[in-house]
């Protein structure tokens, strides 16, 4: 399956760490990770995708694709800034937020609107969004949501 990962391009340490453990976990259980490429949570989880058999997809606001993380493996550049949210959320059967600011919360609005389930963690309350403590109960959740 294909996950997309949104969440905040700046972090904290600790969000850092739990962004890089959802990556372990998506790509250890043979997922795909599409997200917006950059850093913060972006880059936490590519790198956590680095070291397994899952693929990163980096969908970029500008349009020059070495702005990518040096953990994304396929750098997608489209010159649309913020308007490339869509394309995250469209190009993934399920979302995962985590963190995040208004950026994040335009995705889980497009996610919600293209009937994908989403979890979060410490992340936007919004009514669809499925919240969770770990990235262990995030791939969980949304492993089951398309069963």
Not at 33 to 52: I, Y
Request: net charge negative; aromatic share 2%.
């Amino acid at each position: 399956m294909r996950v997309s990962v949104i969440g905040g391009g700046t972090t904290t340490e600790a969000e850092y760490r739990n962004a890089v453990k959802l990556g372990s976990e998506l790509g250890s259980r043979g997922h795909d990770v599409v997200c917006g490429g950059l850093g913060g949570v972006m880059e936490g989880v590519a790198k956590g995708m680095s070291d397994t058999w899952g693929r990163t997809i980096g969908i970029l606001p500008s349009d020059d694709p070495e702005t990518a993380n040096p953990f994304v493996d396929t750098a997608i550049a489209t010159g649309l800034g913020n308007a490339r949210n869509v394309l995250v959320v469209l190009n993934g059967e399920a979302a995962i937020a985590v963190n995040g600011g208004p950026g994040t919360l335009s995705e889980i609005g497009h996610a919600l609107d293209l009937g994908r389930p989403v979890a979060g963690m410490d992340t936007h309350r919004v009514d669809g969004v499925e919240p969770v403590e770990t990235p262990t109960e995030a791939v969980d959740f949304v492993e089951s949501a398309l069963k």
